[in-house]
């Protein structure tokens, strides 16, 4: 553990993954601020992070409007990344792989919500099609399609990105720009009235904040709770298979979502797959086991079934990640507490973190630098609806 150079920040980031290195950069960002920035990381090697477990897949196929913005914001940031940092030469270039989601319907009744969701998307600058068999056989034939009655099709600024480029980038740029990054952990906070006054240490410190941020990732409910508040975020596993294709397809396979639950994409010269378990539960924090059987039982078999090429494929790899899943509505909670008003939220996910991090961490930032957001009104993700039960309505989730 690393004991921090201060004993009072500004402001206080707990988990210096994905989020915390997003928000981070982007106050770095805000024209006049130039207050101490503290992140606390419990993992230096992000080993077990859902970042490290991340696919980096992004897309425009949701049915709200501010989603979709986010992915779009998301889309130009990656696109011209070096730009956006400042014109570093260090800086790579990222590329944005668009072979889009292939986004399938099984039944007439969620044909009609695709193409529902395809109108409000094209209405916000989306490329999205909806498409009958006939045309997804014409443009991709290797598809078997006898129990499939339509699809979206975006292959515009959507499918995959190296989001871990961005992460490295954005960590390295806010630290030589001042932000303090530290080896520790939050194990408990002060809080007096409708404010967080401290956090202490895992090594002893007692450190004063004037914003403390959560972006603990599945852990989110564990930090709220040390200053008095719950959210309903938990671990979910989810599972990742790469695989290799003894007849490989002659064109790219979009990130193509099966009705059954499993979920495929080109990845380089390999494809990769995956999907939830069958019984989906919160997990331990510490449990990222596989469970072998979901690759012989239910991947493999869905793959041969959509893609009869690859009857013939090889398990290159694959790994077990957690998901930060919001049991409410399975979208972000973002800004901050009702009540205590300087703990702010970057929390809940559930698999949409990467492609939203970009817009998210300029949104916390410019609300700690403003008290307000400036680019993207993100008050739809806001604390008040889970204090009040009510559901963020997205239809595409998966």
């Known amino acids: 553990m690393q ?3 201060q004993s009072s920040y500004d ?35 992000y080993e077990f992070t859902s970042t490290s477990h991340t696919n980096s897949c992004i897309r425009q196929q949701f049915s709200a409007a501010i989603n979709i913005k ?36 099984g039944d007439a009744g ?30 991709y034939p290797f598809y078997n399609l006898n129990d499939i009655v339509a699809a979206n099709h975006n ?31 939050v194990v408990a906070m002060t809080r ?36 008095g508040i719950d959210i309903p975020v938990e671990p979910r596993k989810r599972y990742t298979f790469i695989f290799q294709a003894e007849d490989p397809l002659d064109r790219d396979l979009p990130l193509t979502i099966d009705p059954s639950g499993v979920h495929m994409r080109t990845d380089g010269t390999y494809y990769l797959a995956g999907c939830p378990p069958d019984e989906d539960h919160a997990v331990d924090y510490d449990d990222f086991v596989q469970d072998h059987s979901i690759w012989e039982e ?11 090429a690859f009857e013939r494929i090889k398990l290159i790899n694959s790994w077990a990640g957690h998901y930060a899943f919001n049991t409410l509505d399975q979208n972000a909670i973002v800004g901050p507490h009702d009540e205590v008003e300087n703990f702010i939220f970057a929390n809940g996910f559930s698999g949409h973190g990467f492609q939203q991090s970009p817009a998210i961490g300029r949104g916390v930032a410019e609300w700690i630098a403003t008290g307000a957001y400036q680019s993207l009104d993100l008050t739809p993700f806001g604390y008040d609806r889970i204090r009040d039960g009510r559901k963020f309505i997205e239809k595409a989730v998966i």
């Open 155 to 185: 292959p515009i600024d959507e499918g995959y990105f190296d989001g871990n480029t961005l992460f490295d980038w954005w960590k390295r740029s806010a630290r030589e720009r001042g932000v303090e990054y530290i080896h520790n952990e």
């Open 11 to 45: 402001v206080v980031i707990v988990g210096g993954a994905m989020y915390g290195s997003s928000i981070a950069w982007w106050l770095t960002e805000q024209a006049g601020f130039d207050g101490r920035v503290l992140v606390l990381e419990r993992d230096p090697t």
């Open 3 to 5: 004991a921090p150079a």
């Open 298 to 308: 239910k991947v493999w078999p869905t793959l041969a079934h959509r893609v009869p």
């Open 70 to 105: 986010i992915s779009q914001f998301a889309a130009d940031f990656v696109k011209n990344f070096r730009a956006y940092m400042g014109g570093d030469e260090r800086v790579p270039d990222v590329v944005l792989q668009s072979y889009g989601y292939m986004y399938m319907a």
């Open 192 to 227: 007096d009235g409708h404010r967080v006054e401290s956090v202490t240490l895992a090594s002893g410190e007692v450190v004063s904040c004037g914003t403390v941020v959560n972006c603990s990732g599945p852990r989110a409910v564990l930090t709220s709770r040390m200053a």
């Open 110 to 139: 969620f044909a009609e919500t695709l193409k529902e969701a395809q109108a409000i998307q094209a209405a916000n600058g989306a490329g999205t099609r909806h498409m009958s068999v006939d045309q997804i056989a014409t443009e």
